[in-house]
């Protein structure tokens, strides 16, 4: 996986302020302010922006038995722990939506600047505090954005206020430790690799600034969505090559569909047919639970399921000793 591909989805930065631009510029502010407000709404749009990349991440695992077996006490406890959440969650609390979503920008926040951070730095980049602690203020940033777009309706204007002053302090100490952590002794690629993540970081905050609530989350979420995709269509690459297919892509495979095409079909695919089949799923699962605990489920809880589940996964099933990277793991060279 070259370095080079990844720093290209990169460009979505300028073309998202492009977009900003001509809707300040030219179409009287249209976009400005536009974010679902209530809480189920939300959620649905949390869960439909990243859902087909989560599902990705789940296809891969699931439908091959080497995966499930080595981590099958691990997702066993998640699953119980999942179940039992949203039981007593939505049982005990009237605000179990906005509990889901703050507890969603917080693990959502750390595995987006986790993985984008990590793509980029991982083996060119000395650990040292300077440059952990812009990495801590990257999330801190996102996490407050987060909160002041997502509870904007719940929390006071005075509030709203500080939060705009704290991701603007947030930022000018982003840029002074990633300064003061850089080597500018490093070659091109290796300099872009370093700075695109914390440019990214202070683009959201000026769109969260500037109440383009669209284009703070939407953003960050293409770029992680899509560097996710060319993980997972490289890994299918590999075991495609190695003719390790799973039953489900080999299948695939043998209809003549290319490789590097099956997963976000697939996954698409999945996706769409989950929000055409919402009520129905939702009134099996209220019927299912009601008659085994007499517990009505949440109409989101099934969609955050899988979005729970994809970021306690991904937490540890793609390091260095998981059978998912078992032979490949590999680092990208960007020439120090």
């Known amino acids: 996986m070259s370095l080079r591909i990844i720093l290209y989805l990169y460009l979505i930065m300028p073309g998202a302020l492009i977009v900003y ?59 119980i722990f999942i179940v039992f959440l949203s039981v007593l969650g939505g049982y005990y609390f009237y605000y179990f939506d906005y509990i889901v979503i ?62 705009g002053v704290i991701v603007v302090i947030l930022c000018f100490l982003l840029s002074v430790f990633s300064f003061v952590s850089c080597d500018f002794s490093l070659k091109r690629l290796s300099l872009t690799c370093f700075w695109v993540n914390p440019v990214l970081i202070v683009f959201c905050a000026f769109f969260y ?57 697939s996954s698409i695919v999945v996706a769409i047919f989950l929000f055409m089949y919402e009520d129905v799923i939702i009134h099996f699962s209220k019927h299912v639970t009601l ?13 955050w399921f899988f979005v729970a589940m994809h970021y306690y996964t991904e937490s540890f099933m793609w390091k260095r000793g998981s059978p998912l990277t078992a032979g490949a793991y590999r680092e990208c060279s960007t020439g120090r």
């Open 21 to 79: 631009l001509v809707d300040f510029l030219f179409l009287g502010k249209v976009f400005k302010g536009e974010f679902p407000s209530n809480s189920q709404n939300i959620l649905i749009m949390l869960i439909f922006l990243g859902l087909p990349h989560v599902l990705a991440g789940f296809l891969i695992v699931f439908s091959r038995w080497t995966y499930i077996s080595f981590y099958k006490f691990r997702i066993a406890f998640f699953v």
């Open 102 to 163: 703050f507890l969603g920008a917080i693990f959502g926040v750390f595995h987006v600047v986790k993985q984008q951070y990590g793509v980029l730095y991982r083996g060119h980049f000395i650990k040292n505090f300077y440059s952990m602690t812009s990495v801590f203020f990257s999330f801190l940033i996102g996490v407050f954005i987060y909160l002041g777009i997502f509870f904007r309706e719940v929390i006071s204007d005075d509030f709203l206020g500080y939060i």
């Open 209 to 265: 600034i500037q109440e383009y609530f669209l284009l703070a989350i939407i953003t960050p979420r293409l770029i992680h969505d899509l560097t996710a995709y060319f993980y997972y269509i490289d890994h299918e690459q590999r075991f495609f090559r190695k003719k390790e297919n799973s039953t489900f892509f080999g299948l695939l495979s043998s209809w003549n569909v290319p490789v590097f095409l099956i997963l976000p079909m």
């Open 291 to 303: 008659q085994l605990i007499g517990y009505d489920f949440l109409p989101s809880s099934i969609l």
